[in-house]
């Protein structure tokens, strides 16, 4: 069975920096496109990072600049490095793995980011 375990949320305050992770189990993780999602209460989920098996990286533009998304696919590991938080960055945030050639896909369970003074 496959999982996505994300961690490294928290409650910062702005302008502080956090760095999530997550480790999948059980994937050809280096086939996997990685992303980040994020979602607030009665929103839908939106994308904020994904990055390709290739390293290739796009970034949602309110996150450009700030956002880093990285990934060890010896570790099995994708990260998102986050700096100069903001409030509105302020949600759940969600791994997801997607391998589009062959049409899986998969969630973690999510990690609180609180961005807050």
């Known amino acids: 069975q496959v999982h996505l375990v994300e961690s490294g949320g928290g409650l910062v305050p702005p302008g502080e920096s956090l760095r999530l992770s997550c480790i999948g189990s059980?994937?050809?993780?280096?086939?996997?496109?990685m992303r980040w999602y994020r979602q607030t209460p009665g929103n839908q989920r939106e994308g904020v990072a994904d990055i390709t098996p290739g390293g290739t990286t796009h970034y949602e533009d309110s996150v450009k600049g700030r956002f880093t998304i990285s990934r060890d696919n010896t570790k099995n590991t994708v990260f998102l490095q986050m700096n100069n938080l903001k409030p509105e960055d302020t949600a759940v945030y969600y791994c997801n793995a997607i391998w589009s050639e062959v049409y899986l896909e998969f969630w973690g369970q999510g990690t609180q980011v609180t961005v807050s003074s």
């Open positions: 059980n994937l050809s993780f280096g086939h996997y496109t």
